[in-house]
């Protein structure tokens, strides 16, 4: 209950929300007035009506300044919590997920997989020559290099899918309902955007590539033996001339 009476207030405009806590304020002090008036045998007296007028009048005045203000106060700390929220679960330079909550979204993924005989895909990406470019271009080259292939994996992605910058220059996805050869095409796609996106650092045009390594979910398999399996499919496509996608090894 009254998490539905905050999320009520967080969603809603100003318009509707400080009217509604006025009427539920003058609600309140009517209801106080009546109730004390009945048990204290009071009756209705004539200055019952003033009462009644005052009761109603004064929650008016009181509760709309102060309820905008406690309603506004409400929303600057939820924004708060969700801006340090985002920062506890996101790569700062690329917008991506971090390691972390990739991992335990990751996690989650493949054990509904599992349960579920949905087919799950894990990939690995690595930028090539990354440490050409820091050297040749200086690290701001390799910063827009990263930002880069984030903001090309966030536009090409479905929203199910997940992406992480998973440490350095290498970057991991998780395809849930991929299956090999859905995934394949998938990455494969991601590998021909990443070639052909421009990427502009201190007044100069680059290009880069990835090696990418795909590894779909086996029954059995845990998060771990399954980043493992993609990471070896990319350590191929590295060793058999960059810029490629490779699948893992069938069991």
Not at 101 to 115: M, S, V, W
Request: glycine letters at 10%.
């Amino acid at each position: 209950m009254r998490r539905a009476v905050r999320q009520f207030f967080l969603t809603r405009p100003l318009w509707l929300s400080i009217p509604v806590l006025m009427a539920f304020s003058v609600a309140a002090s009517v209801g106080a007035l009546f109730l004390l008036t009945e048990l204290m045998g009071l009756g209705y007296p004539p200055s019952f009506r003033r009462s009644l007028m005052v009761a109603t009048i004064a929650p008016m005045l009181v509760s709309g300044p102060i309820g905008g203000f406690i309603v506004h106060l409400l929303r600057e700390v939820d924004g708060a919590h969700r801006r340090v929220q985002h920062l506890a679960w996101h790569d700062e330079l690329t917008g991506l997920l971090n390691r972390r909550r990739f991992t335990e979204l990751g996690q989650q993924a493949l054990e509904r997989g599992l349960q579920q005989g949905e087919a799950v895909t894990a990939v690995l990406l690595d930028v090539d020559d990354f440490k050409q470019v820091n050297d040749r271009h200086g690290h701001a080259a390799g910063d827009a290099v990263l930002q880069t292939l984030g903001h090309v994996l966030t536009v090409s992605l479905r929203r199910s899918d997940l992406s992480a910058r998973w440490g350095g220059e290498e970057f991991a996805l998780v395809l849930p309902g991929a299956g090999r050869e859905d995934a394949a095409g998938i990455v494969e796609r991601l590998r021909q955007a990443v070639a052909s996106t421009p990427i502009v650092a201190a007044g100069q045009s680059l290009r880069c590539t990835v090696s990418i390594g795909v590894a779909p979910l086996r029954p059995g398999d845990s998060f771990d033996a399954l980043i493992r399996r993609a990471d070896d499919a990319m350590y191929r496509a590295k060793t058999s001339g960059k810029n490629r996608v490779c699948l893992a090894e069938a069991a």
